[in-house]
């Protein structure tokens, strides 16, 4: 029997507003802004390249 391969993920908050102290260059919150869909980008690629059976992302994935 093969094993059943799977990636968990949750709560992505896919464009969720990023509130922070302020100070902040606009290259650190361009990069705040972007991470959420920087993980999404690598959690899709890790499936494709592990050849994962499901992903399954538990949570909001929009806020």
Request: with cysteine; glycine share 6%.
């Amino acid at each position: 029997m093969q094993p059943f391969r799977f990636i968990h993920c949750g709560d992505l908050h896919l464009g969720a507003p990023f509130q922070y102290a302020t100070g902040i260059s606009s290259a650190v919150d361009r990069a705040v802004s972007e991470a959420t869909y920087v993980a999404l980008d690598k959690i899709i690629d890790t499936a494709i390249t592990e050849h994962v059976h499901a992903v399954v992302i538990a949570g909001d994935i929009y806020n």
